[in-house]
């Protein structure tokens, strides 16, 4: 009798979570079905301008995805090509030892608070990329978009690692063998070997990069802006949600009900990359 | 010959420029991490004394400081893991040692996997329209501190399965033998071999927790707040109050992010003393987080 007690309450524990991601897309649908009774879906996905609280309100959320993409393909330009040199150096190249100290320092770097890397992207990168680029604005989604890759190399890093080195020895030596050198072994052989988890650590980094939120409401700027360069500053859709949620807005206003239509956006984005990264990696698995 | 002399002569040339591009690459984190920490103390030890601790925020920047935004941390953080910790545990204990191969399972771990990948700002809009509004929490230390609670359940369900997985069958067996119940074998063995573990995923869990700022930001915590809430424990019967669960609050890192926005450089330098705080404390969280599980893994020999 007491054990079955307890079973079920575990088991309610662990449905908790269940209620959680119920909750989450719940108060997404019904609060933003309140937002497009008042506004076309039309406008919402072609309109331009995102001015949800001026008194001519335009609610295009193209300007605030172009944010959020420029952002994150910066962030990745820099996390993906670093992380995985990192990952094949600690993987195929650096000695146990450099391999055992590197790596809980680098996962130290997903340990710093993103407040803190926000303030690092205004005061400390942006000066620097200042002096390279002239003319660079205080504000812009470059130095935003750096900082945020740097953050992530550890995902990308750790993650990729941990999957070449369940590569089997023998394949490598397979490759010894032949002549190959490390290089090439690594290249040829144990990145393809590996490429679901590697996959599956590059899908995290843009669902992380898409969803970071106060690296760019400090530095990347808070105006929404339609374009594609990244020394522009632009605001996210993150940025957007912040900022409005620092002002005092009504329960049930438009602006309100504004945030919850950019976050339910942000949440398929994220989700869309979340599934792809589940069909990569049930494609690629490779079984030994 | 020669020729093969040479191949192998570029082949090694090869690896040896992988092998400086990779330790180069390596460094750039390492280098960013130590740019960060170096850049924050330059401009924030002069800011940071014991009045920078023990005063309010305030429209003078040489008066600011984070007493009210650090008791909010504290608060939170109580609260979070009061309800994570109980939740997550019971969760990853049910899904390691009770669950049967079905459906329901498989629902809750592809759920779980999922919530992993949910930005955190979805879950301040979430306890915005819910918590907020709709359970009437309102703005308070409670709404907080549950958000991210439902934020850290991934982590630490996540933590505690993959520390009951390092125990060996032959354990649950013997228990069993010696005439266990399930409950009994997950009291008494599993739980008290798996804490190292278990520990470690919550003290990670609880780090990344004081250095939300998005969530917290979205249910509407404030950016200025010039008392605290009710004390705890009080002289009169019944000594404990909860009082302070309705309270509204501030955390570091909002009131470091108040501060970095300002144009004012004087508010900036607070902004990297609150920073230095902050990163100082996640940082020993870390460290500490390291130093149980290499301790673990040294003792623990099956």
Known sequence: MKERVIESALLLAALSSVAITVGIVGTLIYESASFFAHVPFRDFVTDTLWTPLFASPHFGILPLVGGTLVTTAVALAVALPIGTIVAIYLSEFAPATVREIIKPALELLSAVPTVVYGYFALQFMSPLLQKLIPGLPTFNMLSAGVVMGIMIIPYVSSLSEDAMRAVPMALREGAYAMGANRIITALKVVYPSALSGIVASYILAISRAIGETMIVAIAAGMQPNLTIDPREPAATITAFIVQVSLGDLPHGSIGYQSIFAAGITLFIMTLAFNILGYILRKRFREAY | ?302
């Open chain 2, 1 to 302: 010959m020669g020729d093969f002399g040479k191949i192998v002569a570029k082949r090694k040339r090869q690896d040896f420029a992988f092998n400086i591009i990779g330790i180069v690459c390596t460094l750039i984190g390492i280098v960013t991490l130590g740019a960060l920490l170096v850049d924050l103390l330059i401009d924030g030890i002069g800011r940071l004394d014991l009045g920078f601790l023990t005063s309010f925020p305030s429209r003078f920047a040489d008066r600011a400081g984070i007493l009210s935004s650090w008791v909010g941390t504290l608060l939170i953080m109580i609260v979070t893991a009061f309800t994570a910790v109980p939740l997550g545990v019971a969760a990853g204990v049910y899904l390691e040692e009770y669950a049967r191969k079905n459906w329901l399972t498989n629902l809750i771990e592809i759920n779980i996997a999922n919530l992993a990948g949910v930005p955190s700002i979805i879950y301040g809009l979430m306890a915005l329209g819910l918590l907020v509004y709709k359970f009437r929490l309102g703005q308070s230390v409670l709404t907080g501190g549950l958000t991210l609670a439902f934020l850290i359940l991934p982590i630490v369900i996540v933590a505690t399965r993959e520390a009951l997985r390092t125990i060996p069958q032959g354990i649950r067996e013997s228990a069993y033998a010696l005439g266990s119940t399930k409950w009994q074998v997950v009291r008494h063995h599993l739980l008290p071999y798996s804490i190292g573990g278990t520990m470690t995923g919550i003290i990670i869990a609880l780090s990344r927790a004081i250095g939300e700022t998005a969530p917290l930001i979205t249910i509407g915590a404030l950016t200025f707040i010039a008392f605290l809430p009710p004390p705890p424990i009080s002289a009169q019967p019944p000594f404990l109050s909860f009082e302070w669960l309705w309270s509204p609050f501030s955390v570091l890192p909002i009131q470091m992010f108040n501060w970095v926005s300002r144009p004012d450089q004087e508010f900036v330098v607070n902004a990297a003393a609150a920073g230095l705080v902050l990163i100082v404390v996640t940082l020993s969280l870390n460290a500490i987080a390291i130093i149980i599980r290499y301790r673990v893994r040294k003792r623990i020999k099956w």
